[in-house]
């Protein structure tokens, strides 16, 4: 069975941009937004609780898209 690895946190619009890129490559991706899911159920939650995950078996694929995309925002 394969499972999903944490590959980047921080804030919706920066986190939706990688899944983007990932998803050119044609790596699938899961976005957990805590901020948003807070939000319809009434709670807080921090700016930055935007994580993505993607599959064990994809990183060495995404490793390359990942580093050039923390480049990229720095």
């Given at each position: 069975m394969a499972e999903h690895i944490k590959?980047?946190?921080g804030a919706s619009?920066?986190?939706?941009r990688l899944?983007?890129?990932?998803d050119e490559s044609n790596i699938p991706s899961l976005i957990?937004?805590?901020?948003?899911?807070?939000?319809?159920?009434g709670f807080g939650a921090t700016e930055?609780?935007?994580e993505l995950f993607?599959?064990?078996?994809d990183l060495k694929e995404a490793k390359s898209i990942i580093e050039n995309f923390r480049k990229e925002i720095a």
């Open positions: 590959v980047y946190t619009l920066l986190t939706n899944a983007f890129l990932l957990k937004d805590t901020k948003e899911s807070g939000r319809l159920a930055c609780s935007s993607i599959y064990d078996s």
